[in-house]
């Protein structure tokens, strides 16, 4: 057929022939076999001259559009296949104002602006579902251990901060140790993960306390504003502090250790080639960041390291000491 477009363009059997680097004794043959299954003649041929018939004409006309829809498909079908465009569905559980998912997906898109991207945010069982069901292809959440089924990987971690009224007695401080909240009460969203939850009851229970700790079907700016309005104290993840709220103020929790973790969670199945290149980033990027945090702290002294060198100088300091009194 593309020879026969050729030779229609061309009107020569031998300038076809000779564009395509072949003999013009193949062509002949090729398309004569095309006029035998068609069961039409495309061109006259004389000794001069071709000329297409009118047979031919209509045909050449929609078969070089069939053709180019046919490269079309099978250039999209390539870049489907490689990730380069598609959709991909992602559930979120932090927020986006700052931080490694921001970044994440943000990248991600500079990468691959064909990609159509969906969002759905909701609690992390909400989103281990969706997961599940292939109504998304990946999701952010905190605890895997509800979503079995699913591969997994830990791509980075944030600090606990309170959430506090603006003239609240511990909103002066740098940071809040846990023991500072034992008396406080709490408000959480229904839909937020229930790692919060737990969290609390897990620092402030003991045998003589229980932490009063409220649930309520709430957004996160809802939530912020009874905060704000002292209904209660509040947790939050540190990518959400970058969006300011009125008459709230947020402060770290003290400890290393009070981090959340986040996962990403999808199906070991899916061939979605836009969910591979989009897994393979996040890898990478959580590689460079962890790697960059182990620089920058490795650059500390360590506080042991300190203790020894402080240890030395005084023992050199007392030698010297020593000298100068047997020396007088």
């Known amino acids: 057929m593309r020879q ?59 078969a070089a559009e069939a053709l180019n829809q046919l490269d079309h498909a099978a250039k999209a079908a390539s870049a489907a296949g490689t990730g380069s465009i598609g959709r991909l569905s992602i559930g979120i559980l932090s927020s986006m104002a700052t931080g490694f998912l921001r970044d994440l997906i943000q990248t991600y898109c500079l990468r691959h602006p064909k990609v159509a991207i969906q969002f759905l945010e909701g609690a992390s069982a909400n989103s281990v579902e969706a997961v599940l069901k292939r109504q998304l292809d990946v999701a952010f959440i905190r605890d895997t251990v509800q979503a079995p089924s699913c591969e997994s990987a830990r791509l980075w971690s944030e600090r606990i901060f309170v959430v506090l009224p603006e003239n609240h007695d511990l909103s002066e401080r740098k940071e809040v140790g846990w023991a500072d909240l034992r008396h406080e009460h709490f408000i959480i969203r229904q839909s937020a993960d229930p790692e919060l939850g737990k969290r609390i009851a897990t620092r402030l229970t003991d045998a003589r306390h229980t932490p009063s700790l409220q649930k309520l079907d709430v957004g996160r700016e809802a939530l912020m504003n009874l905060v704000s309005m002292r209904f209660g104290i509040s947790l939050t993840s540190e990518a959400a502090i970058a969006t300011p709220f009125p008459k709230v103020v947020f402060r770290p929790i003290a400890g290393d250790d009070e981090l959340l973790h986040f996962n990403a969670i999808w199906l070991p199945h899916n061939d979605n080639p836009a969910l591979r290149r989009f897994l393979a980033l996040a ?25 020894g060198i402080s240890l030395l100088l005084a023992s050199s300091l007392g030698a010297l000491v020593r000298r100068l009194d047997l020396t007088t």
């Open 4 to 62: 026969a477009l050729l030779v229609g363009e061309y009107l020569s059997f031998q300038r076809a022939a000779a564009a395509l680097g072949v003999r013009q004794s193949t062509i002949s043959r090729h398309v004569r076999q095309l006029e035998d299954e068609l069961g039409v003649s495309l061109f006259e041929r004389q000794r001069t001259h071709v000329r297409m018939t009118n047979a031919g004409a209509q045909f050449l006309k929609l």
């Open 283 to 307: 890898r990478k990027m959580a590689s460079e960041r962890r790697r960059a945090t182990a620089r920058s702290n490795g650059s500390k002294i360590p506080p042991s390291l300190t203790s």
